[in-house]
């Protein structure tokens, strides 16, 4: 298709798996809308761009070394990233703008995390908008950190710790201390909190996804903090456009064979995302606790994930063979396409919002082990206020782990639980559906981009 004399729509993704598929997939979305698309991305992290020969893809040095890439603080690589990326940003747009060229630039779109792009496209008056790769409840709350902080939330006697925390509902305030950090984190996260909040009040809007089906409170809050349009346009990647891969990983398409063989709702999918890691006696004890139900599982580790080991080693000998064909482990799957298999019958998730809204969208009950920021409210609303999963409250015990998944994929309460979450399925696939509350927000941010 022709690449010039369009509209063309730049996207800066923040490199985490989880803020690249969503983006990648708006890009996608706008394209079927009739805009160009540019990415630009870092080096640390780039999307493979042979997957999307119709976008044009830039890559920005990064200057991240190779033991910073390889880190497991993802609020220093941030850090690092902000402070090293807004020169070659600023390079890379100047080359970019160039309207005797026949391609006009209409905004850039670009995610919270980056915290020096609202000046840069300032700077060229370019109207920016903010891509929001969270629950929007978690959005709004998550800025409130820095004030609770000043205001002495920390510390709080033991007694308190399932209280319910009534500015940032449904959190309790054990699940709000762990989102806030460790005293080493405390300045450097608020610091950048303050930084997000300050310099997105100047954006031109706020592209969300989630829907009203599942953020309307906060999304209605919103008007009291941000003065600028907010557009929930729904998961992305159940919008009507071709689907693509945005993985930094190879899946593992064995696991597709793998599930047809297995019967109607028999397999309980298990990965934890991108990013979390576990200690070598989590994961033996997530291994024995599988192996107990005696279910099928499909279970993605991925390489470096657990502590101190390259992959699977630590399995006791002939774990795999004893499970006679019932468990499979992969390095990376095709997870929407696993979870819309007629085989998974549940995820035991990190409960990531990528994961989430995939498993919502498939209509797969989930059991939450939330390790960290986002991943303690995704994990509350699952079990608390949509009911549609069990939450392990952290407990990695082999025999937590099995009754749990028992509970889940075979008991009754199992079965109440999939009910639930197949009417929210509907409801969230409706929204994206022509006329649907998704469906219009994102005509409104098509007609907004086209007026630029
Ligand atoms: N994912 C995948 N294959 C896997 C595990 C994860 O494709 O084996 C994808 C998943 O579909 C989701 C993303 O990686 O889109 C993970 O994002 P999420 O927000 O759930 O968690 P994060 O990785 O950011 O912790």
């Not at 609770?148 to 309790?172: N, T, Y």
Request: hydrophobic content about 40%; overall charge neutral; aromatic content about 8%.
């Amino acid at each position: 298709m022709e690449k010039r004399n369009k509209r063309r729509v730049i996207l800066f993704p923040l490199p985490l798996q989880g803020c690249i598929n969503p983006m990648l997939q708006l890009a996608k979305i706008l394209f079927s809308r009739g805009f160009s698309i540019t990415i630009i991305h870092t080096r640390f992290n780039a999307p493979k761009s042979s997957d999307h020969p119709l976008f044009t893809f830039l890559q920005l040095p990064d200057g991240l070394s190779e033991t910073q890439t390889q880190s497991r603080d993802v609020l220093l690589q941030l850090t690092l990233l902000n402070n090293n990326c807004e020169n070659p940003l600023r390079q890379c747009l100047t080359k970019l703008i160039k309207p005797e060229e026949g391609c006009e630039i209409s905004c850039l779109i670009d995610d919270s995390g980056w915290v020096f792009t609202q000046s840069v496209a300032d700077s060229f008056n370019l109207p920016r908008f903010v891509l929001c790769a969270y629950k929007f409840t978690f959005f709004l709350g998550h800025l409130l950190v820095p004030q609770l902080r000043r205001e002495g939330f920390l510390p709080f006697p033991d007694s308190e710790a399932e209280d319910s925390v009534p500015v940032f509902q449904p959190l309790r305030k054990k699940d709000l201390a762990r989102i806030m950090g460790s005293k080493d984190q405390a300045e450097p996260l608020d610091a950048y909190l303050v930084k997000i909040l300050e310099t997105m009040k100047q954006a031109s809007g706020l592209i969300v996804m989630s829907c009203e089906e599942l953020d309307r409170d906060s999304i209605a809050e919103s008007h009291r903090v941000f003065t600028f349009p907010i557009y929930p346009i729904g998961p992305p990647h159940i919008h009507d456009v071709p689907a693509s891969s945005s993985s930094l990983f190879e899946p593992d398409q064995s696991c597709i064979p793998w599930l047809d063989k297995q019967e109607t709702r028999s397999v309980i999918y298990v990965s934890l995302g991108s990013i979390v890691s576990v200690t070598e006696s989590q994961f033996l004890e997530i291994a024995c606790g599988l192996s107990q139900t005696n279910l099928s599982f499909l279970w993605v580790v991925r390489p470096g994930s657990v502590q101190g080991r390259e992959w699977i080693e630590s399995l006791p000998l002939g774990f795999m063979e004893g499970l006679n064909g019932k468990g499979k482990i992969v390095k990376w799957a095709p997870q929407i396409d696993v979870l819309a298999h007629r085989a998974t019958g549940g995820f035991l998730t990190h409960n990531g919002w990528n994961s989430t809204l995939e498993s919502i969208c498939e209509g797969v009950p989930m059991i939450s082990l939330p390790f960290v920021w986002d991943q303690w409210l995704n994990a509350r609303f699952v079990s608390d206020v949509w009911r549609i999963g069990i939450h392990l409250e952290g407990r990695i015990e082999r025999r937590v782990i099995e009754r749990t998944v028992t509970r889940l994929m075979v008991e009754p309460e199992g079965e109440k639980i999939r009910g639930r979450v197949k009417v929210l399925r509907d409801e969230v696939r409706r929204s994206v559906q022509r006329g649907g509350s998704s469906s219009r927000h994102l005509d409104d941010l098509v007609d907004r981009i086209t007026s630029f």
